[in-house]
T-cell receptor
Framework: DADVTQTPRNRITKTGKRIMLECSQT?????MYWYRQDPGLGLRLIYY???????NKGEISDGYSVSRQAQAKFSLSLESAIPNQTALYFC?????????????????FGAGSRLTVL | DAKTTQPPSMDCAEGRAANLPCNHS???????VYWYRQIHSQGPQYIIH???NNETNEMASLIITEDRKSSTLILPHATLRDTAVYYC??????????????FGQGTTLQVKP
């Protein structure tokens, strides 16, 4: 089994629908992330979580919400999907480590969830 | 976090070494250099990271210049499966506790038979 599992892998939906992308991890890491990738724009951070009670906005959080149900689960929701949210979404966990120290920014990514909003 | 500059694309013959450069002239003393790669539409994969010393693991070697303003990722014997987008990222330091990584455009490496 993969260390970081994302579901669904592919989803097509219509404008205005509520969508949830789920992420679960078996690495026991506290820190989890949601990134979005668009062609030609690289990866952009949507939300990140340091633990169950700590949720932080990334650079493009508008239109998204998250829920950290447990250490192992971090869900991304689109309350009312719009076409420009069509993208490839990645969940990731971060290897524990001292801030700025070795391994502090080693991320393990899931396989991605491709979302198409019509 | 410091900004990085990479060539948009590179070719490499299969079996030869692939040398991917990265400029990070504004890197600060406590920032690390990280390399990730992304094979078409898959999740990015961590390769290697370093501070100032050269590093080697089972995937690659990382050479960082003495002034730390640039680095080179070396894949010693490139295979077709190494065809991917390679991202050089500078991050870290006590002011950066988020683990947030800024992915730029990266270098698309095409390994050719």
């Amino acid at each position: 089994d993969a260390d970081v599992t994302q579901t669904p892998r592919n989803r097509i939906t219509k404008t205005g629908k509520r969508i949830m992308l789920e992420c679960s991890q078996t690495k026991g890491h506290d820190r989890m992330y949601w990134y979005r990738q668009d062609p030609g724009l690289g990866l952009r951070l949507i939300y990140y979580s340091f633990d169950v009670k700590d949720i932080n906005k990334g650079e493009i959080s508008d239109g998204y919400s998250v829920s950290r149900q447990a250490q192992a689960k971090f869900s991304l929701s689109l309350e009312s999907a719009i076409p420009n949210q069509t993208a490839l979404y990645f969940c990731a966990t971060r290897t524990p480590g001292l801030a700025g120290g070795p391994g502090a920014n080693v991320l393990t990514f899931g396989a991605g969830s491709r979302l198409t909003v019509l | 976090d410091a900004k990085t500059t990479q060539p948009p694309s590179m070719d490499c013959a299969e079996g030869r070494a692939a040398n991917l450069p990265c400029n990070h002239s504004t890197i600060s003393g406590n920032e690390y250099v990280y390399w990730y790669r992304q094979i078409h539409s898959q999740g990015p994969q961590y390769i290697i990271h370093g501070l100032k010393n050269n590093e080697t693991n089972e995937m690659a070697s990382l050479i960082i210049t003495e002034d730390r303003k640039s680095s080179t990722l070396i894949l010693p014997h490139a295979t077709l499966r190494d065809t991917a987008v390679y991202y050089c990222i500078v991050s870290g330091g006590l002011s950066s506790n988020t683990g947030k990584l800024i992915f730029g455009q990266g270098t698309t490496l095409q390994v050719k038979p």
